[in-house]
């Protein structure tokens, strides 16, 4: 297994239109996890999925956001309508238990909308 | 949700110790202590965790406090590589409910 696999590594969009970004966790973690990063913060949680469920998704994120994890195994991770303020690093991680184990995190997606 | 405090940032001395503090006043009973750190274009790298026991591993040492309100990340030797933004999360134990706050972390310089 190589890690967690982010694709693409760089999107340029423009505003208003959807990207999709997805993610393919190690393969024998359940648990699947996205974030946004903007330059000089730490990881933002945006949502998180234990097998195909959903069981958390931050408040922050608008109805433009949208993720989903069919048959428990890759992610992906759509933004309709981009706005500028989506420009940023999009990170995945993935772990195999809660706070008995430790995340994966992949490279990211930088996002650039102009 | 349990946060974390850590200074903004640290410098170092190549072939040093080096000791970062995260404060976790905060802290429950089922919270693990996490360490990442994080490389510029790169996603953050799992270093370290420890719940109350002190812990070492090939990266680094952790130390928790005894009332685990804080915690201390100790690189033995400090290397340039080691130059990264350092974070300290509380993550639950295993429970359904997995979301963590990560803070700004803390800048770690290693001077030559």
């Known amino acids: 297994d190589t890690g967690v696999s982010q694709d693409p590594r760089h999107k340029i969009t423009k505003r208003g239109q959807n990207v999709t970004f997805r993610c393919d966790p190690i393969s024998e973690h359940n648990r699947l996890y996205w974030y946004r990063q903007t330059l000089g913060q730490g990881p933002e949680f945006l949502t998180y999925?234990?097998?195909?469920?959903?069981?958390?998704k931050s408040r922050l994120l608008s109805d433009r956001f949208s993720a989903e994890r069919p048959k428990g195994s890759f992610s992906t991770l759509e933004i309709q309508r981009t706005e500028q303020g989506d420009s940023a690093m999009y990170l995945c991680a993935s772990s195999s238990s809660g706070g008995l184990d430790g995340y994966t995190f992949g490279s990211g997606t930088r996002l650039t909308v102009v | 949700d349990a946060k974390t405090t850590q200074p903004n940032s640290m410098e170092s001395n190549e072939e040093e110790p080096v000791h970062l503090p995260c404060n976790h006043s905060?802290?429950?009973?089922?919270?693990?202590i996490h360490w990442y750190r994080q490389l510029p274009s790169q996603g953050p790298e799992y270093v370290i965790h420890g719940l109350t026991s002190n812990v070492n591993n090939r990266m680094a040492s952790l130390a928790i406090a005894e009332d685990r309100k804080s915690s201390t990340l100790i690189l033995h030797r400090a290397t340039l590589r080691d130059a990264a933004v350092y974070y300290c999360i509380l993550r639950k134990g295993e429970t359904s409910y997995d979301k963590v706050i990560f803070g700004p972390g803390t800048s770690l310089s290693v001077i030559p």
């Open positions: 905060t802290i429950s009973g089922t919270d693990y």
């Open positions: 999925f234990q097998n195909e469920a959903q069981l958390e």
